[in-house]
């Protein structure tokens, strides 16, 4: 069904079962803020979206302390508690924060180290979990929903980085039910995984920067507003996108630089389709890691959850922006959230000539492609939306079912090599992410036309496109519990998560 004729049959008939439904009363709705502002909270506020402080320097993301006295060991601490942060001038603003910051410290660790991290919740009144986004980590220590962290207890998150595993991953919250909001409210950061010095193929002279995307939505008191409905049928766009917690912070460079930046869409539910003006884009990496040889770029999209690594040129004096361009993502209901034009970073290039840069290499690093799968499975996304005398439901569903903690709906064999088909049959666009290893995209489907990708990635996050197919190969090299799930964090809430049980 397309959108429009999904709005049309909002009281179509509920398919799956209430329990695995939002759902909201009339008289509650009725005093919901947003519900003719696009979920935004300017029919609460009266006005328009609080002004925050922009064209400060770009600062760079605090690392996390490491307590082990010897190399090859991180040994670190994280507390998810409450905070207070100021992003607008004059107001204070109550947050949840990992070591009370928000974006959360920085964690950087090399190939080949153990990883040791204290965790301890002190979120009052509601179980937490850390998620190792996209990280080659033991089913026991992903931080998937089956294994909370109660309010005041604590766990020790373990694991080993293996040879090979560099790359841009990050962290996050993933408790059932609640992890659209503590990660709104501040609890995300990012976790580098650098190859050895003589490994990395990308020059030093480029330096490594690390860009966290976050967006944020202020009340009028500097409060953050609770999800609308509009948030839950979209996945919740805050009202200022933010680069390590700064809107349109300033970047100084010399005429000829070529900065190494990594970008992390770490929002709820925003696309950013981005570019930048004045500058070349070079595409050196993906989620998991660099690709075989950079791929010239003029813009990129980045789903919730996605991350890349660009080597950008800065060739030109004067200004260079980090944009957004338009995206039509699907929105249902009025008030799509317009995010064409969105200044991002600024870089103000000097008329004084760099050093000279060493060239980028063309071939970065080899990825062997998988073997022929030896088993098929088949995804299909739907929504579901009805009007019921006590109130609204709505769901997310793959294959007909929202999720069930208690039901296992994919059994794996470790090792097996696996085609997995994405067919995406709602109204938006749904990320889609698998736990505990990466994928590589083989072919996208649309209106019967076959596109196979540019280049070839490791990848655990994927955009499916509305009315679009996608498929990818994967294997499960670690026995256990691993979820699969949409990357809108409100959808993965309304059920579009399922549970994989891979197998020895």
Not at 344 to 367: C, F, H, K, N, Y
């Amino acid at each position: 069904m397309h959108r429009r004729g999904f709005l049309a049959a909002s009281l179509a008939t509920v398919l799956a079962s209430p329990r695995a439904l939002a759902q909201m009363k009339m008289d509650d709705m009725s005093n919901m803020p947003g519900m003719d502002h696009a979920g935004h909270d300017m029919g609460a506020m009266g006005q328009g979206p609080v002004a925050l402080p922009q064209n400060q320097p770009l600062r760079e993301l605090p690392l996390l302390a490491n307590e082990a006295a010897g190399p090859g060991l991180l040994k670190a601490r994280l507390t998810a508690e409450s905070a207070t942060a100021r992003f607008a001038a004059d107001r204070d603003t109550p947050i949840l924060a990992y070591n009370g910051i928000s974006p959360g410290p920085l964690i950087e660790t090399q190939e080949g180290d153990r990883v040791e991290i204290t965790f301890s919740n002190r979120i009052e009144g509601e179980p937490s979990t850390i998620h190792w986004h996209g990280m080659p980590v033991p089913a026991d220590q992903d931080g998937n929903p089956m294994d909370p962290v109660a309010a005041g207890a604590d766990r020790v998150y373990a694991f080993e980085l293996p040879e090979g595993s560099a790359g841009s991953y990050w962290y996050h919250p993933h408790p059932h039910g609640r992890t659209a909001e503590q990660v709104y409210r501040g609890l995300a950061g990012a976790f580098l995984v650098k190859a050895k010095a003589k490994a990395d193929p990308i020059p030093a002279a480029y330096g490594d920067t690390t860009l966290f995307l976050t967006d944020l939505r202020l009340a009028a008191d500097g409060s953050m507003p609770e999800n609308t409905m509009t948030d839950m049928m979209n996945g919740r766009v805050g009202d200022h996108v933010l680069v390590n917690g700064q809107k349109n912070p300033r970047l100084a460079v010399a005429m000829g630089t070529k900065r190494r930046l990594r970008l992390y869409n770490a929002t709820n539910a925003r696309f950013l389709r981005l570019a930048f003006v004045n500058a070349a884009m070079t595409l050196i990496g993906s989620d998991g890691g660099l690709i075989e040889a950079p791929v010239a770029a003029d813009e990129i999209l980045l789903s919730p959850a996605e991350r890349v690594e660009l080597v950008v040129a800065f060739d030109k004096p004067g200004t260079a922006i980090l944009t957004t361009l338009d995206y039509d993502r699907g929105w249902m209901g009025p008030g799509r959230p317009e995010d064409k034009g969105l200044a991002l970073l600024t870089a103000d290039v000097s008329d004084t000539q760099a050093e000279p840069m060493p060239p980028l290499p063309e071939r970065l690093r080899p990825i062997a492609r998988f073997g022929q799968p030896t088993v098929s499975r088949r995804l299909v996304f739907t929504e579901i939306m009805a009007m019921k005398p006590t109130g609204m439901e709505m769901g997310f569903l793959i294959n007909g079912m929202a999720f069930d903690m208690g039901r296992v709906d994919i059994v794996a064999r470790a090792g097996d090599t696996e085609l997995w088909e994405i067919v995406n049959q709602a109204d938006m666009d749904h990320p889609f992410h698998l736990h505990g290893t990466q994928f590589q995209l083989i072919e996208r489907e649309r209106d019967g036309k076959v596109s196979k990708p540019p280049y070839l990635a490791w990848k655990d996050t994927v955009n499916v496109a509305r009315g679009e197919t996608v498929r990818l190969v994967t294997r499960q090299e670690r026995p256990g519990t691993r979820m699969y799930h949409c990357h809108i964090l409100e959808h993965e809430q309304l059920g579009m998560m399922g549970v994989v049980d891979v197998q020895a």
